[in-house]
């Protein structure tokens, strides 16, 4: 078993959020499901039967999705990264995971799903893009990117190659 695992708590929608979830990912799936019983009710105050958790892998990370009611809500405090290969990689999972969700009202790879899940889609060389090796605080590539919503590598890119010419 993993010994690190993200927990996710929705309010109802949790067995909805893991199939959209695993629908984008490539090697997910759903490990276990459970269910809330008629113990615990005065608490938890879910109906006996209603998914309780779904546990699943994205591409090898394990989650737990939580049906946990209204009690709390997801902050872009937290965000979930996925670190893509090349254009192709930030455009799929961009489109795919902000179908129906808010993708205006972020910036720099940053986006809020439909279930409010903030995740990052960032190219893997963005560190060395983003990183001078002289000690100047900050790359044009910064400014740059900081005007983007999708990361575009293309842009980057050619902003770096200016910067050392």
């Not at 060395?128 to 590539?141: A, C, M, Q, S």
Request: contains cysteine; charged residues 30%; glycine residues 6%.
């Amino acid at each position: 078993m993993q010994r690190l695992s993200v927990n996710l708590w929705f309010e109802k929608e949790a067995m909805e959020a893991v199939d959209f979830y695993i629908s984008i990912f490539k090697n997910s799936r759903i490990i276990r499901i459970t269910h809330y019983g008629k113990e615990g009710q005065e608490i938890h105050k879910m109906p006996d039967g209603m998914i309780m958790t779904v546990e699943f892998e994205l591409d090898g990370l394990r989650f737990v999705a939580l049906n946990g009611g209204p009690l709390f809500k997801f902050t872009e405090a937290v965000s979930i990264i996925v670190n893509c290969q090349n254009q192709e990689e930030v455009d799929h999972y961009w489109e795919k995971l902000t179908n129906g969700g808010n993708r205006l009202a972020q910036q720099c790879g940053w986006l809020k799903d439909k279930y409010g899940v903030s995740w990052q889609v960032v190219p893997t060389m963005l560190p060395d893009l983003i990183h001078k090796e002289d000690g100047e605080k900050e790359r044009p590539v910064m400014k740059v990117m900081m005007d983007m919503k999708k990361i575009d590598i293309k842009k980057l890119e050619e902003v770096t190659r200016k910067d050392n010419a």
